[in-house]
């Protein structure tokens, strides 16, 4: 029987939902940009990109998130989660 081919954005936007309501969109980022050993050549699916959390003490919540999600969606590959804190902003 052949694997399915399943989108990237497909599934990360269902990653993005569960984390987004979890975590009431405040502290999760879309993706970081180009991830390990990603190409940034090839199509997006290739670039390895993950998504963000802002707080170490999120990290263990979107993980068990993206573990639930890589099950119920039958995958078992690589898939990121970033922990990078908040990007200053400086006014004038």
Not at 7 to 35: P, Q
Not at 47 to 70: C, F, K, L, Q
Request: net charge negative; glycine share 8%.
């Amino acid at each position: 029987m052949a694997c399915p081919k399943i989108a990237f954005d497909v599934f990360t936007n269902a990653v993005l939902h569960a984390l987004y309501e979890r975590f009431n969109g405040l502290a999760v980022e879309r993706y970081s940009g180009l991830g390990v050993c990603g190409n940034g050549k090839a199509d997006l699916g290739d670039w390895s990109t993950a998504p963000t959390v802002h707080d170490w003490g999120d990290a263990n919540e979107a993980i068990r998130i993206i573990d639930a999600e890589m099950r119920r969606w039958h995958l078992r590959d690589d898939y990121g989660l970033v922990i990078t804190p908040m990007r200053c902003v400086q006014l004038d």
